[in-house]
């Protein structure tokens, strides 16, 4: 088994920034892709944002692209993601994922509100 805490939600203004930070725990995560998927209300959740273990490899939503940055530290569990000139199209609830063995691992979700 895998948990998953969230941080860092909230509100903000347009153009501002937010970090989410999200701690893992339960088994060993080597070899695990980590990253965060988003749903809008009354939308589909959907890929922002994944990392290796090791934090070489990352892969992007293609409109993300430049103002989402993941990034990962093995010695604290934790992935982060840092959100910059945010719009209010990016208002949902954010969530961890870990994939690792064939199976999911999904955290309880944090709000991120954007105001215009």
């Known amino acids: 088994q895998v948990q998953l805490v969230e941080s860092g939600g909230g509100l903000v203004q347009a153009g501002g920034s937010l970090r989410l930070s999200c701690a893992a725990s339960?088994?060993?995560?080597?070899?695990?892709?980590m990253g965060w998927f988003r749903q809008a209300p009354g939308k589909e959740r959907e890929f922002v944002a994944a990392v290796s273990w090791n934090g070489g490899i990352t892969s992007y939503a293609d409109s993300l692209k430049g103002r989402f940055t993941i990034s990962r530290d093995t010695a604290k569990n934790t992935v982060y993601l840092q959100m910059n000139r945010l719009k209010p199209e990016d208002t949902a609830v954010y969530y961890c994922?870990?994939?690792?063995?064939?199976?999911?691992?999904w955290g309880q979700g944090t709000q991120v509100t954007v105001s215009s």
């Open positions: 339960g088994r060993t995560l080597s070899s695990a892709m």
């Open positions: 994922h870990v994939h690792i063995l064939g199976n999911d691992y």
